[in-house]
């Protein structure tokens, strides 16, 4: 029921540190939009200012085409969950949830009606009566997102509402709140340091690294198409192997010249490559750990190397190699055993390649 | 379980013999005897007794101390004006500590100094305050009837009338400890976690809400606190009547206190100054238990 944009934000704290530069974004009706970074990149402040917390310095913040740059937060009718969940300790889970519409001097009766039916969709019912302090961590998440919920709100804001939890638990909510979205049918605007929340939660992802956005897009594009370096790293577990390779033509064929092998150019990468001028250079490459291969079947071996250690996970294994270009971690499936100071060599899928340019680490070839 | 039952039996076994528990307790014990039960039991047998302060003997008389004091209408005029002193200090030096603490919970330039100054009549001894008080309040050329004049209201006669004697310790007594009030709130204001209030914010509390909701719930225990120990302190007040007003003019500023040092060391009527002072305790113990009551419904922790 909403539609909230920014333009070109800027928050400037007293001391002159720029937390976040010049945001643009646009936050459509029933999006999932998930702030990620890592900590200090500004997500957490660009959700304060568009709840009203934080003022903002430059730029314009609009909902439903209002400016809300001066507007308080008690009356842009935004609901927040917030990282240690900030409930009122003097209040029972139901004074809680039931608080913004005393507030707004609702019927008893309807505040009864709709408490009981928040209790219900979160599984509170039989808690009505405590006090916080009695609650779990888990069941705390619970309130302060029934807080939000009861408001109907055109749009719920959460600062890191998970990171309190343990592993388990964390995992469990991940899944209650992806529910709870599809139910709602409301904008979310989310912010988290964890990459994996922001991949499985949201409908589109914003990238954000200090205080600069780095790249907005599906979760598919971010993982497949990273706009530059920085986000190719951040997006995906274990993170990407980076090395460096020169760009050389050999019989017609672009290939990437690594210490130990080559990796052949598919006809995109190719022509992007030679768009850029990069035929000759130094390029940085980079190559996902699922995508690495062990090359002892006849593929090109790219790298060489040792075995340093080895973890099984179960259904795949990662393994990381100290080569000649670093160490290389290897996702794979197949589970033989690898010893301790093994010698190794490793292939890549080539059309898998990442190229980014190593000055602007844009991206030049995906 | 079996490993708590465990420590439990062990923690038993090497303590269930009384001699070793006693040589523990028995430094704080022994003060606790000799300086305050046993003069309690010993204030209340004297209650009983017709002493004079001096003579080696004296009589049981029974409930007569009592008797007299409750026929005697000095005694009601001295609970009256304690009622009035504890009432008229602890209000006030509650609520303009809150304020205190309230305006210098941010801090700003020179806030750090405007801090210790509030503060130090606390920690200055009551009988220096009372004597530089005994001049302010002067009729003649006092700074309080000069402030008042240049205000354009008419002068005062403060401690020597018995209309505002009253008014003129009550003045000293909040003036002392509303300092005190206002460091305990700043550090309780403190404590109050600021995402409570963003909360409330979105929720839509205004400023005020916010006040009441949040901030008077969460610092409810330190209020609680200070209602006990400012009424307790207002119960034993003395220096300050003693150097201000003596009890005066004409009995103006006899509190239950005052009363029981007066019949006990001025005339010499020890019985009756123990009965007094009995009844003071019961007083103490009848509103702290009321207070205790009460806080259960206000007081969060």
Redesign the interface.
């Known amino acids: 029921m909403s539609e909230i944009i920014l333009k070109n934000i800027t928050k400037e704290y007293e001391n002159g540190f720029l937390a976040v530069k010049d945001v643009n974004l646009e936050i459509k009706d029933n999006e999932f939009v998930i702030l990620v970074g890592p900590s200090g990149c500004g997500k957490s402040t660009t959700l304060r200012m568009i709840?009203?917390?934080e003022d903002i310095s430059d730029g314009e913040l609009l909902i439903d085409g209002k400016r809300m740059n001066d507007v308080?937060?008690?009356h842009?009718d935004?609901?927040?969950v917030?990282q240690?969940y900030?409930?009122?300790?003097?209040m029972t889970v139901y004074q809680n949830i039931a608080?913004?519409l005393k507030?707004?001097k609702t019927p008893k009766a309807e505040i009864e009606q709709r408490v009981r039916e928040v209790a219900e969709t979160l599984g509170l019912t039989g808690l009505l009566d405590r006090k916080t302090g009695q609650l779990s961590g888990g069941q705390k998440q619970r309130v302060a997102m029934g807080?939000a919920i009861i408001?109907h709100p055109k749009a719920f804001l959460m600062d890191e509402p998970l990171s309190n939890l343990d592993a388990k638990l964390r995992g469990q909510m991940r899944v209650e709140i992806a529910d709870l979205y599809q139910r709602l049918n409301t904008t979310f605007i989310y912010v988290t340091h964890d990459q994996t929340e922001a991949m499985t939660l949201g409908t589109k992802i914003v990238v954000m690294k200090d205080g600069e956005i780095q790249q907005i897009d599906s979760p598919a594009n971010l993982f497949n198409f990273p706009a530059n370096r920085f986000v190719a790293g951040f997006i995906g577990t274990p993170t990407m192997n980076f090395f460096d390779a020169t760009c050389t033509e050999e019989g017609g064929q672009l290939v990437l010249q690594t210490e130990k092998g080559r990796i052949p150019m598919n006809e995109k990468k190719a022509a992007a490559l030679r768009d850029g001028g990069w035929v000759g250079k130094q390029l940085s490459a980079g190559i996902r750990p699922e995508h690495v291969i062990c090359a002892d079947r006849g593929e090109e071996a790219v790298f060489e190397g040792e075995v340093g250690v080895f973890e099984l996970l179960g259904s795949n294994a990662i393994v990381y190699v100290q080569t000649a270009s670093g160490r290389m971690v290897m996702n794979t499936s197949d589970l033989r055993e690898y010893a301790h100071g093994e010698k190794i060599s490793l292939g890549v899928m080539a059309d898998m390649v990442h190229v980014f340019d190593p000055e602007t680490e844009r991206t030049v070839t995906n | 379980m079996r490993n708590g039952a465990g420590i439990k039996r062990r923690f038993q076994k090497r303590y269930d013999k009384p001699p070793v528990v006693l040589l523990f307790v028995l430094p704080a014990f022994i003060p606790l005897i000799v300086f305050w039960i046993y003069p309690i039991c010993r204030s209340i047998f004297l209650s009983f007794t017709n002493w004079d302060f001096i003579s080696p003997t004296y009589k049981l008389v029974g409930l007569k101390n009592y008797l007299s004091l409750f026929r005697n209408p000095r005694f009601f005029e001295a609970l009256w004006h304690t009622v009035v002193f504890t009432a008229g200090t602890l209000i006030p030096t509650i609520v303009l500590g809150l304020i205190l603490a309230l305006l210098l919970v941010k801090n700003f330039r020179g806030s750090g100094i405007m801090k210790f100054i509030l503060f130090s009549p606390w920690i200055t001894p009551t009988v220096a305050i009372s004597i530089v008080w005994t001049w302010i309040f002067k009729a003649d050329g006092g700074i309080a009837n000069t402030i008042l004049s240049a205000l354009g209201a008419s002068p005062l006669k403060w401690i020597s009338s018995s209309d505002t004697a009253m008014l003129s310790v009550v003045i000293v007594t909040i003036w002392k400890s509303l300092g005190y009030a206002m460091i305990f709130y700043l550090s309780a204001l403190e404590k109050v976690?600021g995402?409570?209030y963003?909360?409330?914010?979105?929720?839509?509390?205004?400023k005020w809400?916010q006040f009441f909701?949040?901030t008077l719930?969460?610092i409810?225990p330190t209020t609680f606190f200070l209602m006990i120990i400012t009424m307790v302190n207002s119960l034993q007040a003395y220096d300050q009547i003693q150097i201000l007003t003596q009890g005066g003019p004409s009995g103006s500023t006899r509190t239950l206190l005052y009363m029981y040092y007066q019949l006990g060391f001025q005339e010499f009527n020890m019985g009756q100054a123990t009965a007094v002072a009995v009844i003071m305790i019961l007083l103490t113990v009848v509103l702290s238990v009321f207070q205790f009551k009460a806080s259960e419904k206000w007081v969060?922790y």
């Open positions: 709840a009203g917390l308080a937060p008690q842009r935004i609901a927040m917030f240690n900030a409930l009122y300790p003097h608080y913004s507030i707004k807080r408001r | 976690p995402e409570l963003e909360a409330g914010a979105l929720d839509g509390a205004s809400r909701d949040i719930p969460s409810s969060h």
